[in-house]
């Protein structure tokens, strides 16, 4: 793919917390799509997304867990594209307290009420994140799933669109599977629960791949420049009980 000499700085939109997290003990096919569903995550929660009533509890213990370790992952994964964009010399901008919305129909992100100078927009969701055990593992894995949607900032057009997942096997022409660390593997719920900090530390692992091959994706070639005010830096709010699940 040749390199686009008009796009030498990107906006990157706040990454909010996935509202899909989950601990999954399936290797069912229909278990395997669930991970590939990938709603717009436009709040700023953790949030519970319980699929099979035996994964439930373990799945409410575990966000439990994150949103009282503040183990977050939103600001993190905005910090490793911040990193990896300045690394390939583009220039990055932090769009603090903006957002895309959905459009009518919701079928899509609408970015029309995004102001920036960049070149491009850059919108990076969560779709399923969690650990899985598969019908034919005896363990544990990471498993995270980001979708990434680029838009021209003059036009608003989409110019990039693309969905990769740490530990899927995905036939999908528009999925890009990333192998998981064998290193974050845990044999038991009640391990994975008993090393919680470098669980989710496996899954932030995950998302470091995941953003270094955005930017090799898209790969434009800027002048360099440092932006170093526009550090991503919020803290997130954590959930309340009742606004799990939804």
Not at 4 to 16: A, Q, R, Y
């Amino acid at each position: 793919r040749t390199a686009n000499p008009s796009i030498k700085s990107i906006g990157v939109l706040p990454i909010f917390e996935s509202k899909s997290i989950s601990i999954r003990n399936s290797g069912s096919a229909a278990g395997h799509a669930a991970a590939l569903m990938l709603p717009f995550v436009l709040g700023v929660l953790v949030g519970v997304s319980a699929e099979q009533s035996a994964n439930a509890e373990h799945t409410k213990t575990f966000v439990q867990a994150i949103n009282e370790q503040k183990l977050f992952m939103g600001v993190p994964l905005a910090n490793a594209l911040r990193a990896e964009l300045l690394k390939s010399g583009m220039r990055f901008a932090y769009l603090k307290n903006q957002r895309a919305t959905l459009t009518s129909d919701k079928k899509s992100l609408d970015f029309n009420a995004i102001g920036t100078d960049a070149d491009a927009i850059l919108y990076v969701g969560f779709g399923q994140t969690g650990y899985v055990s598969s019908s034919l593992s005896t363990y544990y894995e990471p498993r995270a799933v980001v979708v990434v949607r680029m838009v021209d900032s003059r036009t608003r057009k989409p110019i990039y669109s693309r969905v990769f997942c740490s530990g899927c096997s995905s036939t999908e022409t528009n999925v890009e599977n990333i192998t998981v660390d064998p290193a974050f593997r845990y044999d038991s719920f009640d391990k994975l629960m008993a090393e919680l900090p470098q669980a989710v530390d496996g899954i932030r692992g995950e998302h470091k791949k995941i953003a270094a091959r955005i930017i090799e994706s898209v790969k434009f070639v800027g002048d360099g420049a440092v932006v170093e005010s526009e550090r991503p830096n919020e803290t997130p709010t954590p959930v309340k009980e009742a606004e799990q699940g939804r």
